[in-house]
Nanobody
């Protein structure tokens, strides 16, 4: 079993930045692909960014390309989501998730509890 705990959420103004962290335990972190998802009120959970086990491959949805960066530190069992030039539409609860291979679907095996992010206009 892999346990995931997100941190770093909060309130930020439009144009500001936040960095989310997701700490993993209970498994071999370096063997898992990691994804960041978000769910805004009244909307479905959506894939935001993903990274393969080595960090050599990353994927982003179009709306965050050039603004968000996913990265990982396998020595620290942690994946990050750096969010810059934030917009009110980025407001959501952000979740990290893990599975053996990278996918942009919601078919991940392990999920964190989420970190709320609010972008004020």
């Amino acid at each position: 079993q892999v346990q995931l705990v997100e941190s770093g959420g909060g309130l930020v103004q439009t144009g500001g930045s936040l960095r989310l962290s997701c700490a993993a335990s209970g498994g071999t972190f370096s063997t898992y692909a990691m994804g960041w998802f978000r769910q805004a009120p009244g909307k479905e959970r959506e894939f935001v960014a993903g990274i393969n086990w080595s960090g050599g491959s990353t994927y982003y949805i179009d709306s965050v390309k050039g603004r968000f960066t996913i990265s990982r530190d396998n020595a620290k069992n942690t994946v990050y989501l750096q969010m810059n030039s934030m917009k009110p539409e980025d407001t959501a609860v952000y979740y990290c998730a893990a599975r053996r291979t990278l996918t942009t679907t919601r078919q991940y095996d392990y999920w964190g509890r989420g970190a709320p992010v609010t972008v004020s206009s």
